[in-house]
């Protein structure tokens, strides 16, 4: 069985400052996928960044990157340089080798001017 | 198409009703999955398919919902009397087939949703 735990229900950040967002992940899969997305309150998901578990480097996009420890089974998201539109809800995922995807309950990012 | 299209975007139905909310995944995608979100949580699970097969459908809530994908493109999850507790947002997303881990064609594109209401 998967596993996705967000423990931060919610978490503050200074524009222009970086922010943390964690998560750890549970799975048998010897091979697997870990994802995050990006929700505004408009609803509609976007996906931000990709790790695979095989992996030796850890994943960048633009500002985004994702802190991936696979012995501590971690695969934390990392954004730079916070914008007031990074002010969402953030999720992490990850799929395996049957293909299911399994999403964690999210934290909500807040951005302070 | 471009994108994963959802249909209806918005539905109010009267307990006891029977909906239906259709998906149009990406052309070529093999993957499809069903979640349902309700507000402030995360996407839950609901069911996946492989072109027309059903390979895992776990996360229906109980025998009231229905989801299929006959050709293996479009799917259409199905809620038979709807309760007030069916209410959520139903997201499809689609993705090529599993590719290995380090392939980052794994990634699913998801739909906008379909917000169902049941007064």
């Given at each position: 069985?998967?596993?996705?735990?967000q423990?931060?229900p919610?978490?503050?950040?200074?524009?222009?400052?970086?922010?943390t967002?964690?998560?750890?992940?549970d799975t048998?899969?010897?091979?697997?996928?870990?994802?995050w997305?990006k929700?505004?309150s408009?609803?509609?998901?976007?996906?931000l960044i990709?790790q695979?578990?095989?992996?030796?480097?850890n994943?960048t996009?633009?500002?985004y990157?994702?802190?991936?420890?696979?012995?501590?089974k971690?695969?934390?998201?990392?954004?730079?340089?916070?914008?007031?539109?990074?002010?969402?809800?953030?999720?992490c995922?990850?799929r395996?080798?049957?293909?299911k995807?399994?999403?964690?309950d999210?934290?909500?990012?807040?951005?302070?001017? | 198409?471009?994108g994963?299209?959802?249909?209806?975007?918005?539905?109010?139905?009267?307990?006891?009703q029977?909906?239906?909310?259709?998906?149009?995944?990406?052309?070529?995608?093999?993957s499809?999955?069903?979640?349902q979100q309700a507000?402030?949580?995360?996407?839950?699970?609901?069911t996946?398919?492989?072109?027309?097969?059903?390979?895992?459908?776990?996360?229906?809530?109980s025998?009231?919902?229905?989801?299929?994908r006959?050709?293996?493109s479009?799917?259409?999850?199905k809620?038979?009397r709807?309760?007030?507790e069916?209410?959520?947002?139903?997201?499809?997303a689609?993705?090529?087939?599993?590719?290995?881990a380090?392939?980052?064609?794994?990634?699913?594109?998801?739909?906008?949703?379909?917000?169902?209401t049941?007064?």
């Amino acid at each position: 069985a998967q596993k996705i735990t967000q423990t931060q229900p919610g978490m503050f950040v200074q524009e222009k400052e970086a922010v943390t967002l964690d998560c750890t992940y549970d799975t048998s899969d010897p091979s697997y996928g870990l994802f995050w997305y990006k929700q505004p309150s408009s609803g509609e998901m976007i996906f931000l960044i990709y790790q695979g578990s095989y992996d030796q480097q850890n994943a960048t996009e633009g500002r985004y990157s994702l802190n991936f420890q696979k012995a501590r089974k971690s695969a934390n998201l990392v954004i730079s340089a916070s914008q007031l539109g990074d002010s969402a809800m953030y999720f992490c995922a990850m799929r395996g080798n049957a293909g299911k995807s399994t999403f964690g309950d999210g934290t909500t990012l807040t951005v302070k001017p | 198409g471009a994108g994963v299209s959802q249909s209806p975007r918005y539905k109010v139905a009267k307990r006891g009703q029977d909906v239906a909310l259709r998906c149009d995944p990406i052309s070529g995608h093999v993957s499809l999955f069903w979640y349902q979100q309700a507000l402030g949580q995360g996407p839950e699970f609901l069911t996946y398919f492989q072109n027309e097969a059903q390979l895992d459908k776990s996360g229906l809530p109980s025998d009231r919902f229905f989801a299929e994908r006959p050709e293996g493109s479009v799917s259409t999850l199905k809620i038979q009397r709807t309760q007030q507790e069916d209410s959520a947002v139903y997201l499809c997303a689609s993705s090529l087939r599993w590719q290995g881990a380090s392939s980052g064609a794994n990634v699913l594109t998801f739909g906008a949703g379909s917000r169902l209401t049941v007064l």
